[in-house]
């Protein structure tokens, strides 16, 4: 397909961004990317994934190029991605495709490149949509959310500005006054300091992770932990939410610490158990935990299912903590980066790859 010459039927580009979460989705429920707790991130602007989609008329393939190159091993993810999302757009099979991304950050690290792939592609596929059913969408952004879900659950989360939250729908009452769906994501309100709240993300390895995040889902049904986990997200939900709107970081900082201990301590929990943190991991949360301690620096880290940590803090404690991590990047040894982000303002269409 790459050697056809016509004038594709239609064309477009999105970035979208990858996110974090403060309470972590961790095991699934019945149904294609169910979470079995809620959870809650923040939104990311430096680390995306763009995508640009083009739809030619004819039964075909896809032709999948990822930063110029083609990409087999990725295309039976991308494949069955697109058969998930044909169930609900039965047309997607009378085109061929010709899809190209690029990352702004290393894939399969533990820094959610799924969840920013699967969000730029669904949101391409829904402008497809639009253009075929010749109307534009008032649910746009809800329904990528739903279709970005279908092929990487944490991805329905990076479809809006700020902050998301996912999951919920059978949370008792008593839990939360807010209402939310498993389908898909919903935006969030957040007090104003969070709005430009920094995520220096310390990367101490590139290398791919050893167990991906889907036979680690795959894990929890095993776990003997599994239910009071999930209790316990529940709870660490419904706080998060009031802290993000009130303003707490105080709070909400250590209960961000507490979501991303207790996710790892799951997979070291499992059957059979596994560790994604490497030695340098361990010494960077060690080092921070003191620098906050000597200094009352209001700077919290978290984990997503990789080694490598998020530095959390607000803009009004950027001066501090921007000095202690780069002291920290010139003392490590090896390959430690940092990608210097923050919360940002959701996907934009058009880019260039």
């Known amino acids: 397909m790459s050697d056809i010459k016509e004038t594709p039927y239609f064309e477009t ?26 959870s809650v991130s923040l939104t990311l602007s430096e680390a995306h994934t763009k995508a640009r989609l083009s739809a030619y ?30 169930q609900h757009l039965p047309w997607l099979k009378d085109f061929h ?42 649910d746009f952004f809800e329904r990528a959310s739903f279709f970005a879900r279908l092929g990487s659950g944490s991805a329905c989360r990076s479809l809006f500005a700020h902050a998301a939250s996912w999951g919920g729908a059978l949370a008792p009452k008593a839990y939360s006054h807010h209402s939310f769906i498993d389908e898909s994501a919903t935006a969030i309100k957040i007090h104003e300091r969070f ?9 101490v390895s590139k290398r791919e992770k050893k167990v991906s995040s889907r036979a680690g889902h795959g894990l929890m049904d095993n776990n003997p932990y599994k239910e009071a986990r999930f209790r316990h997200a529940l709870e660490n939900w419904n706080y998060c939410l009031e802290w993000l709107e009130s303003g707490q970081w105080n709070l909400l900082g250590s209960l961000v610490e507490e979501e991303a201990l207790t996710l790892h301590a799951m997979m070291m929990a499992s059957r059979p158990g596994y560790l994604l ?12 935990r003191e620098f906050r301690a000597r200094t009352e620096t209001e700077i919290y880290f978290t984990l997503d299912a990789g080694p490598n940590l998020h530095l959390l803090y607000p803009h009004d404690q950027r001066e501090k903590s921007w000095e202690f991590i780069q002291e920290c990047v010139a003392e490590f040894k090896g390959d430690a980066f940092v990608i210097d982000d923050q919360v940002g303002l959701g996907p934009v269409k058009g880019c260039t790859l």
Not at 195 to 203: G, K, P, T, W, Y
Request: aromatic share 10%; proline share 6%; charged share 25%.
């Open 97 to 138: 495709f010709k899809l190209e991304t690029s990352n702004s950050f290393p894939h399969s690290a533990g820094i959610a490149s799924s969840a920013s792939s699967m969000a730029a592609m669904a949101l391409c596929l829904v402008d497809l949509e639009e253009k075929v059913i010749g109307k534009k969408r008032e």
């Open 277 to 288: 943190m490497e030695p340098e991991t361990i010494t960077m949360i060690h080092r921070l």
């Open 195 to 203: 709005e430009n709240m920094h995520d220096s993300i310390f990367v």
């Open 57 to 86: 008329e004819g039964e075909g393939d896809i032709d999948l190029f990822f930063e110029g190159q083609k990409m087999p091993s990725f295309l039976p993810k991308i494949k069955k991605f697109f058969g998930f999302v044909e």
């Open 13 to 38: 580009s999105w970035q979208a961004p990858s996110n974090i979460a403060l309470v972590k989705y961790w095991g699934k429920k019945e149904g294609i990317q169910i979470p079995a707790n809620p």
